[in-house]
């Protein structure tokens, strides 16, 4: 069993996004003493992720069993460094899925738009966020917005990214200034995988200064000691009661 330890985080969205099954439970503390929110995550299948808005210093646990995943924070602009949390559950039969002409390749839109395909994940910038998946030896286009820029970071197996790029496992390439990414699996992967999968985002780049101290992420010096005043004086951000998205019953 892994546990998460208590954190406070503020100015950052954190998606997780998993690589095998599995499960892992959110814990947020409320403003009363002993009051807590509780969600158990999921994922049935692969395809999913959890999207949990921290933007205002909310306190959080996370513990669950062994995990293979990805986690990244999203940077919020300065003007939503402060907007109320928000958790967003989305599991395979939310994500838009999108097959290329000869089947070879499947992309999963968890948010933003692709060719007319919107994934359901409410973002805060404009983005996109997707899960590539290539056959051996197959290859795709991905249509990508021209003001967008693009992070590529590779979950399993080899091949390459924009025709002259090889990546495999574990690696990332950084893309400007195009129209679109071509995603190209080698025709011999190794043991441990049948596919090139490829984690894809990018958005419009916020241009602005980022100063982190731990999982504080503001945009000055000034603005880090304010966070550490609020925390300290216990103005915490806690999850509205409509703020879990998708509703489920």
């Known amino acids: 069993m892994l546990c998460g330890e208590y954190a406070v985080t503020i100015g950052v969205e954190a998606l997780a996004v998993p690589v095998s099954v599995g499960q892992w439970m959110h814990v947020w503390e409320f403003d009363s003493p002993g009051e807590q929110h509780r969600i158990l995550w999921e994922a049935k299948d692969r395809d999913g992720a959890t999207w949990l808005n921290e933007s205002f210093a909310l306190p959080l646990v996370e513990a669950g069993g062994l995990f293979h995943g990805l986690q990244l924070w999203i940077n919020l602009p300065r003007t939503k460094k402060r907007i109320a949390p928000q958790y967003q559950d989305l599991q395979d039969h939310d994500v838009a899925h999108i097959s290329s ?66 990546i495999a496992t574990g690696q990332t390439a950084v893309f400007v200034d195009g129209d679109f990414i ?46 550490f005043e609020d925390f300290q004086a216990g103005r915490l951000g806690r999850v509205p009661a409509d703020a879990v998205q998708p509703h489920r019953p």
């Open 101 to 166: 002409h000869d089947g070879g390749a499947v992309v999963r839109v968890l948010a933003g738009s692709l060719a007319g395909h919107a994934g359901p994940g409410i973002s805060h910038t404009p983005l996109a966020i997707t899960h590539v998946s290539v056959s051996a030896g197959a290859s795709v286009d991905i249509p990508w917005p021209r003001e967008f820029n693009a992070l590529a970071h590779v979950l399993a197996g080899q091949g390459m990214v924009s025709d002259d790029v090889a």
């Open 182 to 227: 071509r995603v190209t699996a080698n025709s011999v992967q190794d043991s441990r995988t049948s596919m090139f999968e490829v984690f894809l985002i990018g958005g419009v780049p916020l241009n602005e200064p980022v100063v982190q101290y731990g999982p504080f992420v503001m945009n000055s010096m000034d603005e880090i000691q304010q966070a």
